[in-house]
């Protein structure tokens, strides 16, 4: 038991690592975040369901997988190498060809426009919904962009300016 915590600490580790360090892995995790969410709009079944989250983990596995060959490729070569091109290119490809496919799906799955004016009238309606979303939109753009380790310097930087 003690084998599988360890393993499982090591796992989450390498997640952590891969979501600070890639801001690819980060539009991942929000977009699967957002499919969720709307997702709740549609009526999907079981199948649907499973389809979505099959497809959000392999897009999230396939791009630390592509992490790991970057970084493979980064410790064994510091040069311009035409094999290391191509080793990162033929990986970076696996995450785009999954993610061609996610988006082709969840255009059949969320494209139906009787539920998208729904979701319209619904946040319309709801005032506080419409200002949450946005302000998960906003921390969405930031958390993709500047990462989890800026964020917080930049909120320790604040804080330790207000001390001063
Ligand atoms: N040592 C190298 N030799 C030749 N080409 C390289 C080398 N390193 C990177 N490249 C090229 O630059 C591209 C980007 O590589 P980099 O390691 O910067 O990954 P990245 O920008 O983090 O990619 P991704 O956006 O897939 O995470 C590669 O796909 C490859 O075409």
């Keep these: 038991m003690k084998k599988q915590i360890k393993s499982f600490r090591s796992a989450f580790r390498g997640f952590c690592f891969a979501v600070k360090s890639e801001s690819h892995m980060r539009f991942h995790l929000v977009a699967t975040f957002y499919v969720f969410v709307f997702g709740c709009f549609y009526d999907f079944s079981a199948a649907k369901w ?94 993709v962009c500047a990462g989890p380790v800026k964020v917080k310097n930049a909120i320790l930087g604040i804080k330790r300016k207000d001390k001063h």
């Excluded at 490729?73 to 990162?88: M, N």
């Excluded at 799906?105 to 946040?123: H, N, P, Q, R, S």
Aim: glycine share 2%; net charge negative; hydrophobic share 65%.
């Design 50 to 143: 499973a389809l979505l989250a099959v497809l959000c983990a392999l897009i999230i596995a396939l791009e630390m997988v592509n992490t790991c060959v970057e970084k493979l490729c980064d410790l064994f070569c510091d040069r311009y190498d035409f094999s290391v091109k191509i080793i990162k290119d033929i990986a970076a490809a696996a995450v785009l060809a999954v993610s061609f496919s996610a988006v082709f799906t969840a255009v059949l799955f969320f494209l139906d426009f009787e539920v998208i004016g729904k979701i319209f009238l619904y946040f319309v309606n709801n005032p506080v919904m419409l200002v949450l979303l946005i302000l998960s939109a906003v921390i969405s753009a930031v958390f």
